[in-house]
């Protein structure tokens, strides 16, 4: 365990992250979808949430819509509200690290300086960044939440892509993409799925 690891004074009475790692047969890792509205990010991530569940894994989901209605309640869509947005779910995905989960984040993370504060807080390590890719005007045509088609309207504000910006990754950010407008949601699983599987198993 590295000095980082201790978020307990009273570390050495807690069961520690790797005799739970142990226990359920995985390595606990953060997989970090992000990407436009309507690119896909929870649609993969409930059906990979839901396969690792069927192989008896211990899983747990957070998802952009579901914190922002509880833990994120009143952040808005300003760059400051959507920076402690990202930074309140990484810090609560790190503790879902520390219970051995593989731990499922989908949030837009528009900006690349939020995902690399999101991998700095998880670590490095424990972090699987993963590119949902698919164009403004594919999502827009997708449009599964109306969402567009209210944007378009004039009735939502700083809408990613429209009013406010998405920063593709870097080479250097080492996401892991999945490109949704050329893939269907099958082959797109089936690809985060090897992929994630190669991360959290034991040699
Ligand atoms: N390869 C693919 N992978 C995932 N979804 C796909 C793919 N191809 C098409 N789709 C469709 O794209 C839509 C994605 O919607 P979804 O709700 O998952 O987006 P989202 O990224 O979670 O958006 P939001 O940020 O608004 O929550 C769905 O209707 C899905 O069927
Ligand atoms: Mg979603």
């Known amino acids: 365990m ?13 069961v520690g992250r790797a005799e739970k790692e142990a226990k359920f047969g ?12 309507g690119s896909g990010k929870s649609t993969l991530a409930t059906a990979l949430e839901r396969r690792f569940f069927s ?19 009143g952040l808005g869509f300003s760059e400051a ?9 990484a810090e609560v995905a790190k503790l879902f690290v520390h219970a051995g989960a593989i731990t499922l984040c989908s949030f837009i993370t528009p900006t ?41 309207a004039g009735g939502v504000k700083q809408f990613t892509g429209k009013d406010s910006g998405f920063e593709e990754p870097a080479a250097e950010d080492g996401s892991f993409i999945l490109d949704t407008e050329a893939e269907t949601p ?10 994630v599987v190669s991360r959290i198993q034991f040699p």
Do not use: H, M
């Open 186 to 195: 099958e082959q797109s699983l089936d690809r985060l799925y090897r992929f």
């Open 55 to 73: 192989e008896g894994r211990v899983t747990q989901l957070l998802d952009g819509d579901n914190v922002r209605t509880g833990l994120n309640q």
């Open 2 to 14: 590295s000095a980082t690891d201790n978020l307990f004074p009273i570390f050495d009475r807690v």
């Open 26 to 37: 995985q390595r606990a890792r953060v997989v970090w979808l992000y990407g436009l509205s």
């Open 112 to 152: 690349r300086q939020q995902r690399a504060n999101a991998r700095s807080i998880i670590g490095a390590d424990d972090f699987i960044e993963v590119y949902v890719k698919a164009s403004f005007e594919a999502c827009a045509a997708r449009d599964p939440k109306g969402l567009y088609a209210k944007a378009k």
């Open 81 to 89: 509200d959507r920076t402690e947005n990202i930074r309140r779910v």
